[in-house]
């Protein structure tokens, strides 16, 4: 149970999500205890994937300062995080990372391209140790201790082609390539102009999207799961609790949760140093762990 980084460097190239552009992407190995560091080639700036970095919410998970930003991180972030890789520099020439096809499978292919390689450093978990939550209204977003780590995720929209979906993720790699890596994000017809209007969403297609209106589902493929909207809620959440800097050991719970809500989880967690601890999975405990973050 050693920290993980890539084996090799990978490269790839796809189209933002919000400004409609090619992207080219380079995942890099990174030395222990190094974290996920974002580098915008075209800035010459970088980002330590943490809370603190975190700027905006509102549409994807956004890092950044008065110097730049670096847009929509979450899928790969949630890929990252499935592959237990611990270090790994992600670099980018544009403000976004590239939407592929609007879930992480494509973030997969590249970690299984880059392969992983052990580094000389135990690997450290975050074990949640008494319950926190972050609520909204009747929406929110819980951690809670546990000794089987799960997503139990609640979605709840006003229309008929989605409706209330609930799906329960057991944590493991093989079940996220399988289950959740290739839901992809959604969107509404009715939003689809006003977003363009702000100047977002420009490269979004029905190649990357889902695009659902009052009673439809526009993509003349379907689906790939009944309940991809909830699966693909999942995949953002496992992204934006990786932000926490370590890989989560404890069950989270959400009823209509968004980055927002995640985001202001991970800020509550850090604040409260009773509600964690730092394990280090030195041989003596690392049978207690190794289904998750083998």
Known sequence: ?????????????????????????????????????FFRSDLNISYKAIPENVINTQMATVLGDDRGFISTIEHLMSAINAYGIDNVRIVLNANEAPVMDGSSISFCMMLDEAGVMELDAPKKIMVIKKPIEVRDGNKFVRLIPTKEPRINYTIKFDNAVIGEQTYNFEFSKKNYIENIARARTFGFLKDVQMLRDKNL??????????????????????????DEFVRHKILDAIGDLTLLGYRVFGDYISFAGSHHLNHLLTKEVLKDKEAYEIVSLEKANVKAYEKVFA
């Open 1 to 37: 149970m050693k920290q993980l980084t890539l084996a090799r460097s990978v490269k790839g190239v796809g189209i933002g999500l919000h400004k409609g552009e090619p992207i080219e992407i380079t995942l890099e190995p990174l030395e222990a205890d190094s974290g996920i560091v």
């Open 201 to 226: 969403a420009l490269g979004g297609s029905l190649e990357n999207t889902i695009v659902v209106d009052e009673s439809r589902i526009l993509n003349p493929e379907g689906l790939r799961f009944k």
